[in-house]
């Protein structure tokens, strides 16, 4: 599993020095199809988020997010899930955890499903002005992304 967020304009629900944002939060398989997905107000840190979609961590499973998601509650999630985190240290950590530089190369899966999503207009160019509407959008956007991804090549 992969998971990273990706900003998008909202109505109202969080404000930052940008204005008036909201972030998407995705969790993916390693084939860039979507697990779960969440939307927080600008300001909310990253890992909070992190700790809901993490719900379905499993036992052998490897959980890559950047350094926004070092946190000592998403690592204990981690192990509690019997799953590895291989998320790179912060600078400020006195025992850093593992961490396997080849295989944080592999992320950009999740990368590649936040373009995926931004290939649908209405989900890049954020036109509905309610949450619940583009989260709406964008579950339906990670449907049609899940069955590209199962479709036969041959």
Same mark, same amino acid.
């Given at each position: 599993?992969?998971?990273?967020?990706?900003?998008?304009?909202?109505?109202?629900?969080?404000?930052?020095?940008?204005?008036? @944002?909201?972030?998407?939060?995705?969790?993916?398989?390693?084939?860039?199809?979507?697990?779960?997905?969440?939307? @927080?107000?600008?300001?909310?840190?990253?890992? *909070?988020?992190?700790?809901?979609?993490?719900?379905?961590?499993?036992?052998?499973? @490897?959980?890559?997010? +950047?350094?926004? !998601? +070092?946190?000592?509650?998403?690592?204990?999630?981690?192990? %509690?899930?019997?799953? $590895?985190?291989?998320?790179?240290?912060?600078?400020? $950590?006195?025992?850093?955890?593992?961490?396997?530089? %080849?295989? !944080? $190369? *592999? *992320?950009?899966?999740?990368?590649?499903?936040? &373009? *995926?999503?931004?290939? !649908?207009?209405?989900? %890049? @160019? $954020? !036109?509905?002005?309610?949450?619940?509407?583009?989260? %709406?959008?964008?579950?339906?956007?990670?449907?049609?992304?899940?069955?590209?991804? &199962?479709?036969?090549?041959?």
């Amino acid at each position: 599993h992969g998971l990273e967020k990706r900003g998008a304009e909202d109505h109202g629900m969080g404000r930052t020095r940008g204005g008036l @944002t909201t972030k998407l939060h995705a969790l993916v398989d390693g084939a860039g199809r979507p697990v779960a997905m969440t939307l @927080t107000a600008g300001q909310v840190h990253d890992s *909070r988020a992190a700790l809901g979609l993490m719900e379905g961590l499993r036992t052998g499973q @490897t959980l890559m997010a +950047d350094k926004a !998601y +070092d946190a000592d509650a998403i690592l204990a999630r981690c192990r %509690a899930a019997g799953a $590895r985190a291989n998320i790179p240290p912060k600078a400020y $950590r006195k025992t850093p955890q593992p961490f396997d530089r %080849a295989l !944080y $190369r *592999r *992320r950009n899966v999740v990368g590649r499903f936040f &373009n *995926r999503i931004k290939q !649908y207009r209405g989900m %890049a @160019t $954020r !036109y509905d002005k309610h949450a619940e509407t583009f989260m %709406a959008g964008l579950t339906l956007a990670a449907i049609r992304i899940t069955i590209q991804c &199962n479709e036969s090549t041959a």
